[in-house]
């Protein structure tokens, strides 16, 4: 008959799977056995058992620091929105989508229009809060399938998934207008929103350096030429 050998190790380094091998193991040679489990085998199997609970607790908690990591390194901590490595992993996640199943999808660039002088003007607290109302208001235009993030400095942009080309440039100059309609009130002054958009399509044999070059190129080829797409 195999002898029960209590395992060396903590919670931390014992895998679950282990866990349930050395209690059926345990609970096996007992059965063998034909004896009743005695106090001290009682004590053992209480100790493995301690071991599972305590060993499940640790990975939920390693679980949660890690989706707590995960999302403090891809969200901008001003406007909660996606940063850029937030956006730049949904994009490829989005051409992967274009590659499998032929999905199609945009990426949308957006520069804020004369930002330096609100921060000149008002102070960088007021920047600060123009930069979140502009989060509120794009986050208000889109779908929950599509993300918007903030890039840095005053880009922002949105990946607008199930989009056509033709379609996604309708709703980037809806966007566009509810921006550039908007205005920011801050104190006693109220500051308008101008706002530059470059639109690029995302399909199969596309890489992703690709995309974000014909968004940012388009986005600024359209401040130079009044927003025309």
Same mark, same amino acid.
């Given at each position: ?15 679950? $799977? &282990?866990?349930?091998? #050395?209690?059926?193991?345990? %609970?096996?040679? *007992? +059965? ?69 199943? $032929? &999905?199609?999808?945009? #990426?949308?660039?957006?520069? %804020?229009?004369? *930002? +330096? ?113």
């Amino acid at each position: 008959m195999n002898h029960f050998t209590f395992p060396q190790k903590t919670p931390d380094t014992l895998p679950a $799977n &282990e866990i349930n091998k #050395l209690t059926n193991e345990l %609970l096996m040679n *007992f +059965k063998v056995s034909g004896k009743n489990l005695s106090t001290k085998s009682w004590d053992i199997l209480a100790e493995i058992l301690d071991f599972v609970v305590e060993a499940e607790q640790t990975i939920a908690e390693q679980s949660a620091r890690i989706e707590t990591l995960k999302v403090m390194t891809t969200t901008d901590p001003l406007t909660g929105l996606l940063n850029r490595r937030g956006l730049m992993e949904e994009l490829s996640h989005a051409i992967a989508n274009a590659e499998r199943h $032929n &999905e199609p999808a945009l #990426l949308i660039y957006i520069d %804020l229009d004369g *930002f +330096k002088a609100v921060n000149d003007t008002y102070g960088h607290a007021v920047g600060d809060a123009k930069l979140k109302f502009v989060a509120k208001t794009l986050l208000s235009t889109i779908r929950q399938t599509d993300y918007a993030a903030r890039l840095g400095g005053d880009e922002f942009a949105l990946l607008l998934s199930h989009s056509e080309l033709e379609g996604g440039k309708q709703r980037a100059r809806f966007i566009q207008q509810q921006l550039n309609f908007s205005r920011f009130k801050s104190k006693n002054w109220l500051i308008p929103i101008r706002a530059s958009f470059g639109v690029a399509e995302i399909k199969a044999g596309m890489k992703l350096d690709e995309i974000v070059q014909i968004a940012d190129s388009k986005m600024y080829r359209n401040k130079s030429i009044r927003n025309k797409y």
